[in-house]
């Protein structure tokens, strides 16, 4: 069975920088394609940013320039790097992770990630 734990939200002024981690257990890291998710109060699950088994990276509009997916599948983690954080940043963040060979997804209990002054 895969686990997923995200971990690193907080409260963080505007412009400020904060990165989530996302620590996979059970299955073959390196060949699921992860993402990162969020959604804030009263809004639809939105995808913010993915990364595929070979590295392949993509972002919603909204984020790009400020934050950064990436993978080390030797600690089984997906990172959130966010610089620049606003305000409309805040919501709730989600770890995905995606087997092609399955077809399953998994996802993890969230971090709360708040931007305010």
């Known amino acids: 069975q895969v686990q997923v734990v995200e971990s690193g939200g907080d409260l963080v002024q505007p412009g400020g920088s904060l990165r989530l981690s996302c620590a996979v257990s059970?299955?073959?890291?390196?060949?699921?394609?992860l993402g990162w998710y969020r959604q804030a109060p009263g809004k639809q699950r939105e995808s913010v940013a993915a990364?595929?088994?070979?590295?392949?990276?993509n972002y919603v509009d909204s984020v790009k320039g400020r934050f950064t997916i990436s993978r080390d599948n030797a600690k089984n983690t997906v990172y959130l790097q966010m610089n620049s954080l606003k305000p409309e940043d805040t919501a709730v963040y989600y770890c995905?992770?995606?087997?092609?060979?399955?077809?399953?997804?998994?996802w993890g209990q969230g971090t709360q990630v708040t931007v305010s002054s």
């Open positions: 995905n992770v995606y087997s092609v060979f399955t077809t399953k997804n998994y």
């Open positions: 059970g299955g073959i890291f390196s060949i699921y394609d």
């Open positions: 990364i595929t088994s070979a590295g392949t990276t």
